[in-house]
């Protein structure tokens, strides 16, 4: 056989031999790190508000801690799941068993979640879900467990905190558009509530499937039906086209927009104007005050001149908090550090007035009303929220009374 | 009420002018040079970031972009036609149909490493701005420019293809190659202009659609694959038929979106499905395909 | 026609048949067991797919239907209607096989790319079911999850080396089934019928007939595999019947050598080795598999599997013509 032939198989040995590296039985060789992974979206539709700059807040959190807990140096670990849940369970996986991650970390795409609970929970390691939206993690029996965390937002703190607003001040009339999966049907379940419960009424609702580009109709029907208040009950793509069409057909003359989720990066998708005026409800900001900013300047410096998208700054305060707990605790040991991360009350940059509720093991924090400033107001890059008024944690979030989950005392 | 519909099957023809566009350029690739490409969605993705780019680095505004983008999109289309393409005519079609399936994959996430996911900014032309009103309908004055736009586009190339010496040869080039050539024609120089020519006019719907539809590198994965559906319900192949359908589908899709919106998007493929049960060629087809 | 297999030799086929099989014992422990599993779940899909492909020359680009609709069916079977997890992949298989038989007996009079564009027109109708009227069973979005694992006639599943070695012995004894379809006359008839359709009617025998069988065996597999997938993952979510979940497989196809025996199964484990290596290495998934994709069609058409065959036929051929050379 001449060695030419064998080059191309030569090739593809080399290529695939990293990946036999035979996975250690769990608890063995690896207790001189500590591991942290970031399980995210790198590549996909999520990349710009999560992606490699949530995996710098990372950084930053354990580099700003000193790069060691309990005399063992931190290591981070990064996954794109390209928002397949089939690859968030396997790189869940992967990251407990090739590197003993104690910490995992992100999962932006509610899917990819839930994919990931399930594996946390049998496999009794920490999972801060900061960028996933449902609050099936922390109301759904299924889901929730000792285990799995939820920090900076949730469906039902995004809904409530906006419609009950615009509904207060005045928009009892509304009609929404809700993409039709199961964060978008959360959004309107939770919205629906918030404003009949300030004595308003939802006029109408399309169910519209997910990825649609084209709103006209829906706008149309949205016009024509009286109300005062559009909902976008939405994220992502999805609202941004909503929101191009909705200034197309001149919508914000007679209607008050809220829109359900939004970040920096949508906003800055298509510049301020489109979106200025719209309400919105954000877990954090950089340009909040001073504290704030001097993170995000220290971050910006790093990141090409851009400050974080707050979904990028949860990540930085739930790795801090991870540590503090496990420092606090004298070991990663999941429950023992669960001790220390529940009923624990402290403000950092991102979250104010917050503790981690031991019943469902939900962040509860400040959130904050925002609107969307126009363009001629926006005083530096990416400072494009105006923050109208702050609701404490106890009234964002979900009452105790109606949690579903009983995780401890 | 009756406001409201019209607005509705405006809405309708809107959308159905960009099935219409990219169908045709689909149709009239497939139908002259038997070259299924699955990459008309990344076409019309890069003719608004053709558009978006323009504008960001030359300043180049919205009409000359109508004219710029195309060209630009067109030499692209080109380049891969005689680098990667043209080797796979010996073969069996569904090789190239493969060949334009990893090239989308390619493109998207190059554009999605280069331009970021969140999408990029591009507004309608000052001239094109506010609302008309029709009488029967208000309606906003650029939706009204992009029926126009692509009606204008469509019948014109229709005409070409149907009508001229031009579009003669180029119909005989594809059923006869030999005997053409024979007449001192350069077949491979004509296949590429209209492999070319088809890239322009999805770019061409991608700079009308760049100040309605978020600029993203995904957004040409959504409309592929019912622009494919537009072009078996018109009967693959057949100019008039795509131009038709596009607009038709358009609204009936805007109508299945008044009534039930969950199932708008499927609409089309429903249609598909019950137009090939009952007419297998499709609405304007001929017997291809068949035996 | 499609890329044509290269005439095997039925000893290479075996040999390659015993490699895979022992690898496929050894591949827990090689890699971590939950890519393992989805290695072997995903190669039982390429092989069902190239059933319809490489042996019948039909393209589908509506094959996730069958996997990931039938995902769904054997995940609701279990998580709601209780079924033990041996009935509820049957009744995955089961509404696979129904489903290919209703799509095929529409479509298989199509050629080429009309009969691609009409499995793709079905996958979207279903894709529609799954996310939008079916949500309140399917879960959406969110996917259709905490699917328990069980028993398999007794023996529990919930230890990943054990799931795995359950799901290996079913793949292996349906691959195995596979082999002997395709060298039994019916998969004769498949052939000539991919080489040449007009010349196999015109020898008598019923082609569309013959090519719903294949669809509809093809169907049954890949709703195997789907059914598999649920079982081990604990849940199926709704990309699974997208399309580009079919555009995987046939890349997965191409990638080991449609048209032949085993192509398929190398395709799926080079395909998911590689992508599990790029997600933790590299920031553009797309570029490098579209990329490697291209190069596949153009210069690599035969797949892995298929090139290794083909030149160990080139071999072969001028080692006899050599030896007729010199004999005569």
Sequence with gaps: ?409 | ?291 | MLSNGPRTASRVELWLGVGLFALGLLLPWIVYPVLAMNIVVWALFAVGFNLLLGYTGLLSFGHAMFFGGASYVTGIAILHAHLPMPLALLAGAAYAALLALAVGALSIRRQGIYFAMITLAFAQLIYFFVSGAFIGVTGGENGLQGVPRGTFFGIPLQHDRVMYYVLFAITAAVVAFVVRVIHSPFGQVLKAIRENEQRARSLGYDVDRFKLMAFVLSGAVSGLAGGLLVVFQHFTVMDNVDWRTSGEVVMMTLLGGMGTVYGPIVGAAFYLLLSDRLAVLVNAPGVFIGGIFIVMVLVFRRGIVGEILARRDARRARARAEAERIGA
């Design chain 2, 1 to 291: 009420m009756l406001e409201n519909l019209g607005g509705q099957i405006f809405n309708g023809l809107v959308s159905g002018a960009f099935y219409a566009m990219l169908s045709l350029g689909l149709a009239i690739i497939f139908g002259l040079l038997r070259i299924v490409n699955f990459a008309h969605g990344t076409m019309y993705m890069l003719g608004a970031f053709a558009a978006y780019f323009g504008a960001q680095s030359f300043g180049l505004n919205f009409w000359a972009a109508l004219i710029v983008s195309p060209i630009v999109v067109a030499i692209i289309g080109m380049v891969i036609e005689r680098l990667l393409l043209s080797r796979l005519y010996k073969l069996d079609v569904l090789y190239n149909l493969l060949l334009t399936f990893g090239i989308t994959l390619f493109l998207e996430d190059a554009m999605r490493l280069k331009f970021g996911m969140q999408g990029s900014p591009y507004v309608i032309p000052d001239q094109l701005t506010g609302i008309v009103n029709l009488g029967f309908l208000i309606y906003p004055t650029y939706r009204i420019f992009v029926i126009a736009a692509s009606l204008i586009i469509c019948i014109g190339t229709w005409l070409v293809i149907e009508k001229t010496s031009l579009g003669a040869t180029l119909r005989a080039a594809t059923e006869n190659p030999a005997l053409v050539r024979a007449f001192g024609i350069n077949v491979p120089v004509l296949i590429t202009g209209v492999f070319g020519f088809g890239c322009a006019l999805a770019a061409f719907a991608g700079v009308l659609a760049a100040p309605t539809t978020n600029v993203a590198p995904l957004m040409g994965d959504d409309i592929i694959i019912p622009t494919f559906a537009v072009v078996v319900i018109g009967g693959m192949g057949s100019i008039l038929g795509s131009i038709v359908t596009g607009f038709l589908v358009g609204v009936v899709v805007a109508m299945g979106a008044v009534f039930y919106p969950p199932i708008s998007s499927t609409l089309t493929y429903i249609l598909m499905a019950v137009v090939l049960l009952i007419r297998p060629a499709g609405l304007f087809g001929s017997a291809e395909g068949l035996r």
């Design chain 1, 1 to 409: 056989m001449k060695f030419a032939r064998l080059l191309p198989l030569a090739a593809v040995c080399a290529l695939l031999a990293p990946m036999a590296s035979p996975p250690a039985p769990a608890g063995a060789a690896g207790n001189d790190q500590v591991v942290v992974a970031n399980i995210g979206d790198m590549s996909g539709v999520y990349s710009a508000l999560d992606g490699a700059g949530a995996v710098l807040a990372d950084q930053m959190a354990i580099d700003d801690f000193g790069g060691k807990v309990l005399g063992k140096p931190i290591k981070l670990v990064s996954f794109d799941h390209r928002n397949d849940p089939g690859l968030a369970n396997q790189e869940t996986t992967e990251a407990i068993d090739r590197d003993h991650a104690t910490l995992l970390l992100d999962y932006t795409n509610s899917a990819t979640a839930l994919a990931g609970a399930g594996v946390a929970k049998e496999k009794h390691v920490i999972q801060i879900v900061t960028g996933g939206g449902t609050d099936a993690l922390t109301n759904d029996p299924k889901y929730c467990n000792p285990y799995t965390y939820h920090y900076g937002y949730d469906v039902y703190a995004l809904a409530h905190g906006t419609a009950a607003t615009l509904t207060k001040q005045g928009g009892k009339k509304w009609y929404t558009i809700t993409a039709n999966y199961a964060f978008g049907h959360a959004l309107y379940n939770d919205v629906k509530a918030a404003v009949e419960a300030n004595g308003g009424k939802v006029l109408g609702n399309d169910d519209v499937p997910l990825g649609t580009s084209d709103f006209s109709t829906y706008l149309l029907k949205a016009k024509s039906s009286g109300a005062d208040v559009l909902g976008l009950d939405n994220a992502g793509n999805d609202t941004v086209n909503a929101m191009k069409q909705i200034n197309e057909f001149g919508m914000k003359k007679n209607m008050k927009i809220g829109v359900m989720l939004l970040f920096e990066s949508d906003v800055h998708a298509l510049g301020p104007d489109y979106w200025a005026g719209s309400t919105v409800t954000i877990g954090g900001y950089w340009d909040l005050d001073a504290k704030s900013r001097a993170f995000a300047a220290r971050f910006a410096a790093k990141n090409h001149g851009n400050p974080p998208t707050w979904s990028q700054f949860a990540n930085y305060s739930a790795v801090t908090t991870y540590l503090e707990a496990v420092k606090r605790a004298g070991t990663t040991d999941p429950l023992a550090v669960e001790k220390q991360l529940v009923g624990y009350h402290f403000s950092d940059a991102f979250a104010r007035n917050a503790y981690i509720r031991p019943q469902d093991h939900l962040l509860i924090h400040d959130m904050y009303l925002a609107q969307v400033l126009p363009a001629s107001e926006v005083k530096q890059p990416w400072a494009y929220f105006k923050i109208l008024k702050v609701i404490p944690g106890a009234e964002a979030y979900r009452p105790l009374s109606e949690v579903k989950c009983h995780l401890g005392s």
